[in-house]
């Protein structure tokens, strides 16, 4: 099989496509794989650093002015015209978009193509990209039921987060608990506010640790460019770095207090974590939230609103949370239940049932 995915712009994009290339050529390395996305993103790089072939054209997203918007739908056109000699001379049996702009012209040209498509939608409110895609598309996988409301219900399959596969077969080494100076034999709690982290939340993380049980270690991945001063956290009890692991430290921890970004949902649904959500609200369509309203729905998370956040109250819901082994039991239990570990190949099975009836 021959696979074009176009993926880029955001690490919740991108890193959900190289899950489902990395699954697929391990279990069908045959399948000839080229990604698509955007000359001047983190795609082209970090795409091609895993070994994987790169198209890249030059498009810019519709944020902005009249003026920005005009000069997107040029790109996106003038990378359609692009899309179709690069199809020609690929001739995939089926083409793949992850969402964002950059998805728009590989699918619309693939379709007007008769070459078999999909998008992923990773959130539980689809984005402007999918949604415009879903009326073309022969194919929708969605990690939420609510996307069923929102684009055409017959085409979706509510398969889950290729991510979730990776994150499943992710293991745990306390040593790393003894290379940061903590107790390997105690438990701990991961707190992560996204890979670049967040300052307003770090504030109110930072004085919570005042407040906190000592029964139980912290670790803060604070965030690479975060620079917030953690001045409140304990030597003995907490650590404060800029970067972990997170699958391998989700597998670890007894809960977590998180974001609720799309990657974030895959790896706890997948790991079956106890967490606290506390969803960005500086997202495109507050998407964040609805994420994390799902799995609270299902008693799946604790869901607190950053708005109503303060020390106090995440303190005091984090202690009782590590003081209630039921309570976390339960809770780990129902977000494996909300989480997809099998999307992946789910999907793989999906993408042949497309080819094989071209």
């Not at 239990?333 to 497309?354: F, H, P, Q, S």
Request: net charge neutral; glycine share 8%.
């Amino acid at each position: 099989m021959k696979v074009v995915i176009a993926a880029g712009g955001t690490g919740g994009h991108i890193y959900p496509a190289l899950a489902l290339a990395d699954i697929l050529k391990k279990e069908k390395p045959d399948t000839d794989i080229l990604f698509f996305g955007s000359s001047g993103r983190m795609e082209a790089e970090v795409i091609p650093a895993r070994g994987y072939r790169f198209h890249g054209e030059d498009m810019t997203g519709t944020n902005g002015g009249v003026a920005a918007k005009v000069r997107s739908l040029l790109s996106l056109v003038k990378a359609g015209r692009k899309c179709r000699k690069l199809l020609k001379e690929e001739r995939p049996d089926i083409c793949v978009g992850f969402g964002n702009y950059i998805s728009v012209p590989l699918i619309l040209t693939a379709h007007a193509m008769k070459i078999p498509t999909m998008i992923h939608e990773q959130n539980s409110f689809a984005g402007k990209a999918n949604r415009l895609l879903s009326r073309s598309c022969d194919a929708i996988v969605t990690c939420y039921a609510s996307n069923e409301e929102q684009m055409p219900k017959e085409k979706i399959r509510l398969l889950g987060n290729p991510q979730a596969t990776t994150a499943a077969d992710t293991g745990y080494d306390p040593s790393v608990l003894t290379e940061m100076g903590l107790d390997p034999e105690k438990p701990f709690v991961l707190v992560m506010m996204g890979s670049l982290g967040s300052e307003s939340v770090s504030g109110i993380i930072d004085q919570a640790c005042a407040m906190l049980d000592r029964s139980y270690q912290v670790v803060i991945a604070a965030g690479r460019d975060n620079e917030y001063e953690f001045t409140h956290t304990d030597p003995v009890a907490h650590r404060v770095v800029p970067y972990v692991d997170g699958k391998k430290m989700l597998k670890g921890c007894e809960a977590a207090v998180l974001r609720a970004g799309a990657t974030t949902m895959a790896e706890i649904g997948a790991i079956g974590c106890a967490a606290i959500l506390i969803p960005s609200p500086f997202v495109p369509n507050n998407h964040q939230y609805y994420n994390a309203a799902e799995y609270a729905d299902q008693g799946a998370a604790i869901l607190l609103e950053e708005k109503d956040l303060t020390p106090e109250k995440l303190a005091a819901e984090l202690n009782a949370l590590m003081k209630d082994d039921a309570k976390r039991a339960v809770l780990r239990e129902n977000t494996k239940k909300a989480g997809r570990r099998d999307a992946a190949y789910r999907m793989i099975e999906w993408m042949e049932e497309l080819a094989d009836g071209r």
